[in-house]
């Protein structure tokens, strides 16, 4: 089964500081995606890869950049965090018309 | 663009009594539709997926048919169980080439009491 993992868990920031999540696979997917999930919005996609070396702008891209340096992990990345960006962020990877793998979450809150 | 408009919830029903959650998408292409359910603590995951119009698909005792004609999806369970409680989403994958993204509704809580 497909494993996805994200790290920080759990993360606090300050208002203009940059901050890094993390994300991790190991099915070997080429497709991966992070997404952010607020009350009322369900998930809205922020960045995708089909692979290393690729990012592609979701929905809502703005404020927010990826990377992809390898087909296991894929990077969310704000420059400049804004108390806007407080969500719970998730990772995900896999075929969207098959099915998409997601990690468990991180709950970032910038003050 | 793609939409979904889901039941905004929540929903909070008796153990054993029937859910409907409705689903409504708009597209311009022929999309696959899915729900995908959410546990507490959890990333989503995946309860089933119909590729085609009016078929059905159906995953422990829920399903739903998609429906074409009403551009609706709308998922069902005749009892359920406490253990259901979770976030449920309909979601969109656009039969396109241009690019692999799904479209979300906005998720429904159902909280199922014993």
């Known amino acids: 089964e497909a494993a996805v993992t994200q790290s920080p868990r759990n993360k606090v920031a300050v208002t203009g500081g940059k901050v890094t999540l993390s994300c991790n696979q190991t099915?070997?997917?080429?497709?991966m995606y992070w997404y952010r999930q607020d009350t009322g919005h369900g998930l809205r996609l922020i960045h995708y890869?089909?692979?290393?070396?690729?990012?592609e702008k979701g929905d809502i891209p703005d404020g927010y950049k990826a990377s992809r340096p390898s087909q296991e992990n894929f990077s969310l990345i704000l420059e400049l965090a804004t108390p806007s960006q407080t969500s719970v962020y998730f990772c995900?990877?896999?075929?969207?018309?098959?099915?998409?793998?997601f990690g468990p979450g991180t709950r970032l809150t910038v003050l | 663009g793609d939409s979904v408009t889901q039941t905004k919830g929540p929903v909070t029903l008796s153990e054993g009594t029937s859910l409907t959650v409705n689903c409504s998408y708009e597209?311009?292409?022929?999309?696959?539709l899915f729900w995908y359910v959410q546990y507490p603590g959890e990333g989503p995951q995946l309860l089933f997926k119909?590729?085609?119009?009016?078929e059905k698909g159906s995953n422990r005792g829920f399903e739903a048919t998609y429906d074409k004609g009403t551009t609706s999806f709308h998922l069902q369970k005749a009892s359920v169980q406490e253990s259901d409680s979770a976030v449920y989403y309909c979601?969109?994958?656009?039969?396109?080439?241009?690019?692999?993204?799904?479209?979300f509704g906005g998720g429904t809580r159902l909280t199922v009491r014993p």
């Open positions: 119909v590729p085609k119009a009016n």
């Open positions: 597209t311009k292409q022929y999309p696959t």
């Open positions: 890869s089909y692979g290393a070396g690729s990012t």
């Open positions: 099915n070997n997917h080429n497709n």
């Open positions: 979601v969109l994958a656009p039969n396109n080439n241009a690019g692999a993204k799904l479209t």
């Open positions: 995900a990877s896999g075929d969207p018309y098959a099915e998409q793998f």
